[in-house]
């Protein structure tokens, strides 16, 4: 481990200054957002609406899960996995002192990980958070980001306007009998939330037919279209919806689910009628293809009244 | 339709019959077992089991599902699922009063159904079935049966033997990590069940890893594998434990789940330390060679204590 990581410590920041930046608005949004990018266009969405409403952005794209050609339509600076140390010197030269963690990032192996200086003085939190589920892993990350000093926000609190809004979403509509296995597809995930897992779940004709767990809505949603061709689930085309959503109890900054065209392609092939969505707690990425691929698919996307909302 | 499967509708035995017939105690078994036999190795292991002890027993083997090669060890008659009118005629004919449903099946396709004048009668029911999940499926099947004058009983309640005992079976152990896991994935089935689905689950580290659904548990095992092999799945070798249970509160008379020798197979090219099931409510197909299997891939098979038996 070498000495330049740490020039500025994590604890360089006091926790008098540390008061100051939680209670700081996001509606007055005078430093740069630092944004911690994993892999998809999500990270991109995010930046170019929060750019939209005035504000600056850095990003921080994450060494082999980032679009490296992505990055180069803003500042940025590259950091590997588990570089805290760095990204603090860096979005700290930047001015950022809220970060955004947003994107694909498919858990990395201890291998994968750059320790540093910054990163090893709170190894023993990130090893706790290793063990756990997805949650602890995710949450662990962005506990470590605040003993730094940063403060995490949610891609939902900076640009509202990249989730999925209340309502259809496109011209197609559920049906009443689709309404019904869109409520037992939320109850369902609401029952495993507890358990760390399950954020999407496919459900035709009260019938459920696959729940994701580590493999991912992709290959969920690949698993009903291969069942479908072996004869193994037999349903008309055009029945059962996916449904997603963000984790009970869970801190939405961490890990908001996501649908974009390509979710749309895929439902499609699995032969669904539609997708039902948290709304104001689901990422569209590229909603203006997501919503032509959902029309001509002639699939519904929906977003349902978030149950956690305050009131 | 035609007249010959109708000689013997199902209202030929009036309720003072039934009734008769259902207070009718498993001990004296003084009638043949009617087997009506899916696919796989079970239904043969469950007639042998029965023979063993004293009770004579005819096979139903279900057309395109059964083995047709290894009914010949038995009396037999085929019928096609959806034939409960020839069924009941042949049972009757054969004496028999106790039914065993046992074997795969997976759900049928309406066109693969042969109805008969028997099935019509109940189609309604049948139709209902269809709907929901698997349990409305074969419990409704199960009340078909009933209705014609048949008592449907428990392999589990015929041949107890053919069940995962309490405790290890084979020469390894779980250690303490690995019960946690398993606890926590037992939790996972229990909260789930209202929902008619999810029999197994995979867990590591207290992640979970798979849960399944219509895909089936051979399917789910493979996935893992699948995922380690594609690094989207990070663990070490010999780590996480398949755990199957039946449905809380379900009938288990219809749809007990099952290991064999193919289960420490798939388990193991998935890389877990062990298999976890409820004793007295998991059906072991091909002990002997199963328990050789585990043992020589290094996999623990236990069998947990059943938290709806009646004490």
Same mark, same amino acid.
């Given at each position: 481990?070498?000495?330049? #990581?740490? +020039? =500025?410590?994590?604890?360089?920041?006091? #926790?008098?200054?540390?008061?100051?930046?939680?209670?700081?608005?996001? #509606?007055?949004?005078?430093?740069?957002?630092?944004?911690?990018?994993?892999?998809?266009?999500?990270?991109?969405?995010?930046?170019?609406?929060?750019?939209?409403?005035?504000?600056?952005?850095?990003?921080?794209?994450?060494?082999?899960?980032? &679009?490296?050609?992505? $990055?180069?339509?803003?500042?940025?600076?590259?950091?590997?996995?588990? @570089?805290?140390?760095?990204?603090?010197?860096?979005?700290?030269?930047?001015?950022?002192?809220?970060?955004?963690?947003?994107?694909?990032?498919?858990?990395?192996?201890?291998?994968?990980?750059?320790?540093?200086?910054?990163?090893?003085?709170?190894?023993?939190?990130?090893?706790?958070?290793?063990?756990?589920?997805?949650?602890?892993?995710?949450?662990?990350?962005?506990?470590?980001?605040?003993?730094?000093?940063?403060?995490?926000?949610?891609?939902?609190?900076?640009?509202?306007?990249?989730?999925?809004?209340?309502?259809?979403?496109?011209?197609?509509?559920? &049906?009443?009998?689709?309404?019904?296995?869109?409520?037992?597809?939320?109850?369902?995930?609401?029952?495993?939330?507890?358990?760390?897992?399950?954020?999407?779940?496919?459900?035709?004709?009260?019938? $459920?037919?696959?729940?994701?767990?580590?493999?991912?809505?992709?290959?969920?949603?690949?698993?009903?279209? !291969?069942?479908?061709?072996?004869?193994? +689930?037999?349903?008309?085309?055009? =029945?059962?919806?996916?449904?997603? !959503?963000?984790?009970?109890? @869970?801190?939405?900054?961490?890990? /908001?689910?996501?649908?974009?065209? #390509?979710?749309?392609?895929?439902?499609?092939?699995?032969? /669904?009628?539609?997708?039902?969505?948290?709304?104001?707690?689901?990422?569209?990425?590229?909603?203006?293809?997501?919503?032509?691929?959902?029309?001509?698919?002639?699939?519904?996307?929906?977003?349902?009244?978030?149950?956690?909302?305050?009131?």
């Amino acid at each position: 481990m070498t000495a330049p #990581d740490a +020039i =500025v410590p994590s604890d360089a920041v006091g #926790d008098a200054t540390r008061d100051a930046l939680s209670s700081a608005s996001i #509606d007055t949004p005078t430093t740069p957002l630092g944004i911690v990018c994993g892999s998809g266009t999500i990270p991109f969405a995010v930046a170019d609406a929060v750019r939209r409403r005035g504000r600056q952005v850095v990003l921080f794209p994450l060494r082999g899960w980032a &679009d490296a050609a992505a $990055v180069d339509a803003y500042p940025y600076h590259w950091i590997a996995v588990g @570089q805290v140390g760095r990204f603090a010197r860096l979005a700290n030269q930047e001015g950022c002192r809220d970060v955004v963690l947003v994107g694909g990032l498919v858990r990395p192996s201890i291998t994968q990980l750059r320790l540093d200086w910054g990163t090893l003085k709170q190894l023993p939190l990130i090893v706790r958070s290793f063990r756990g589920g997805d949650d602890h892993l995710l949450s662990g990350v962005g506990r470590v980001f605040e003993n730094s000093g940063f403060r995490i926000v949610g891609a939902h609190e900076v640009a509202p306007e990249i989730t999925a809004p209340l309502g259809p979403l496109g011209r197609h509509r559920p &049906d009443a009998a689709v309404d019904e296995d869109i409520d037992r597809g939320f109850a369902l995930l609401a029952a495993m939330s507890t358990f760390d897992v399950g954020q999407a779940a496919v459900i035709a004709g009260r019938r $459920v037919l696959a729940i994701e767990a580590a493999e991912g809505t992709d290959a969920m949603l690949d698993r009903i279209a !291969a069942m479908r061709e072996a004869g193994r +689930i037999r349903l008309p085309d055009g =029945v059962g919806v996916l449904v997603k !959503a963000p984790k009970r109890r @869970q801190d939405r900054r961490f890990d /908001l689910p996501s649908i974009g065209p #390509d979710t749309i392609a895929r439902a499609g092939r699995a032969g /669904l009628a539609g997708i039902a969505v948290i709304a104001g707690a689901t990422i569209v990425a590229e909603p203006q293809r997501f919503i032509e691929a959902a029309d001509r698919a002639g699939l519904f996307v929906v977003g349902r009244p978030d149950p956690e909302a305050r009131a």
